[in-house]
C-alpha cells in the first residue's frame, strides 16, 4: 500500500513537473516569436519620413498640384501608421489567445495521461478503496458509497483494523484478539483472531461478490452483473 501509495504520488509530481516546464516553454517560444514578428514589422512613421525627406531635398515643388501631392503623400503616411499601430494590437492579442490555447492544450493532455494510467492502475488493481466508513450504529460498513451489512463481531474486527491502519500498526491475531476482549494479549490465542479475520473476510467477501458479480434478481434468479463480452472460458 505504501509502495502503491509513492508511485502514485511521485507519478502526480512529475505531471506538475511536465506542466510548469511545459508551459515555461509555451510562454518563452511565443514570446521569442512576439519580439521576432515585432521587429521585423516595419516602423509606423518610415512612411511619413520618406514624404518628410521628400518635402526638404526637392525645394523645387513649389506648384499647387504638387504641394497637394505631397499633403495627400502625408495623410497616406498617417493613415499607414495608424493601419499599422491596429495590426500590432491585433496580433499582441492573437499571441495571448495561442499562449491561453496552448496551455490549455498542454494541461489536458497530461491530465488525461494521468487518467489514462490512473484508470490502468484501478483496472490491474481491481476494486480499489476510495473512501472507508464504519457506522457502528447501523452494523454497516461503507466502501466507496456502497453499503454492506456484518454481525457485530465482524464490525468489532474491522474496526480494530481501520484503528491499527490510521496508525500504521500490523497486528497479530492474539493483539486483535485482545483489543476485542480486553484481555492481555499473552493470554490471547492467535488462532481466535486469526479466526475474526477470516469471519470478516467471508461476510464482507460474500456481499463484495454479491453487489459487484453475482446479482440475485428477485423471483428470476441469478446472473453475473458484468458485460457478457468481457468473457472468456478457457
Known amino acids: 500500500m505504501t509502495d502503491s501509495s509513492n508511485s502514485v504520488t511521485e507519478a502526480r509530481r512529475a505531471g506538475q513537473r511536465v506542466v510548469v ?4 516553454a509555451i510562454v518563452a517560444i511565443l514570446a521569442l516569436a512576439a519580439v521576432f514578428l515585432f ?6 512613421n518610415a512612411f511619413n519620413a520618406r514624404v518628410e525627406r521628400i518635402f526638404v531635398e526637392n525645394d523645387a515643388l513649389t506648384s499647387d498640384a504638387e504641394i ?12 499607414f501608421a495608424e493601419t499599422l499601430t491596429s495590426y500590432r494590437m491585433v496580433i499582441f492579442v492573437l499571441l495571448v489567445f495561442a499562449t491561453a490555447l496552448l496551455i490549455a492544450a498542454l494541461v489536458f493532455l497530461v491530465m488525461l495521461v494521468a487518467m489514462n494510467r490512473r484508470m490502468a492502475q484501478v483496472e490491474r488493481a481491481g476494486i480499489q478503496v476510495n473512501s472507508l466508513l464504519i457506522s457502528r450504529e447501523e452494523n454497516t460498513v461503507y466502501l466507496n458509497n456502497l453499503g454492506f451489512k456484518l454481525t457485530a463481531a465482524a464490525m468489532e474486527t474491522l474496526s480494530v483494523l481501520a484503528e491499527a491502519r490510521m496508525d500504521d500498526d500490523v497486528l497479530s491475531g ?15 490465542d492467535e488462532a481466535a483472531g486469526a479466526t475474526r479475520v477470516k469471519r470478516l473476510r467471508d461476510t464482507l467477501g ?11 434478481i428477485a423471483r428470476r434468479g441469478y446472473i453475473l452483473s458484468i458485460d457478457k463480452d468481457v468473457i472468456q472460458v478457457l
Open 39 to 44: 521587429l521585423s514589422l516595419p516602423d509606423a
Open 174 to 188: 492474539a493483539e486483535i484478539e485482545a483489543m476485542i476482549s480486553g484481555r492481555n494479549a499473552a493470554d490471547c
Open 206 to 216: 460474500n456481499q463484495l461478490v454479491s453487489e459487484l458479480l453475482v446479482k440475485n
Open 21 to 24: 516546464w511545459g508551459v515555461v
Open 68 to 79: 497637394k501631392l505631397l499633403e495627400i503623400l502625408a495623410l497616406s503616411g498617417t493613415a
